[in-house]
Each structure stands twice: as structure tokens, then as C-alpha cells.
């Protein structure tokens, strides 16, 4: 069993396309959960056992892209959002800055 959790652990890995430190975090969590899984159980756990509580390693790795892919939408919709709200609050300081200098040039007068 130790061996074919090895090899879960690396097919995994191998096809995450994230950074090192992202790979292990997940890594890392889902041996916890896995060792969890096994410690409660009242039988003896096998590979398909894994397979079918946590999925294949494909699977899993569609879940984390998926769910990556959600939250980089997310952030690219903030982000927008953000971008959108500075250009208006500019907009606005420019147009109160070309009223101001108007109206000041206005007011003062030079003989």
C-alpha cells in the first residue's frame, strides 16, 4: 500500500502545473486527509479505496485546475473592477482640476 501511495502522490505531482511550494501544500494536505481516511476506517484500505474517496490522479488534478482557473476569474474580475473604479476617480480629479483652474482664472484678474 506505502508503494502505490507513493506513486498516487507522484502522478499527482508530476502533472500539477503549479510551483514547487504550491505542489507540496497540496501534496501535503491530501496525504493529512488520505491518513485521516486511513486511521478511521474500520478496514483494511486499499489503492481503490483511495481511488474512489479521493479520486484518481487525473481528477484530482482537473479539481485543482478547475479550481484555480475559478479563483485567477475571480481575481481577474476584482482586479477590473478596481481598475475601472481608479480610472473614474481620476476622470473625476481631472475634470475638478480643469473646473478649478477655470474658475480661478476666472476670478483673478490682472490690470
Known sequence: MKSELKNYYKSICEDLDYSF????????????????FIETSEKDITITDIY??????????????DNYLNSLKKKKKIFTIIIIGLAIVVI????LIIFLFNHLGETITIE
Request: charged share 40%; hydrophobic share 40%.
Open 21 to 36: 511550494y504550491v505542489k507540496r501544500a497540496i501534496i501535503k494536505q491530501l496525504k493529512r486527509n488520505i491518513n485521516e
Open 52 to 65: 474512489d474517496r479521493f479520486g484518481k490522479p487525473d481528477e484530482i488534478i482537473k479539481s485543482f485546475d
Open 92 to 95: 473625476i480629479l481631472i475634470i
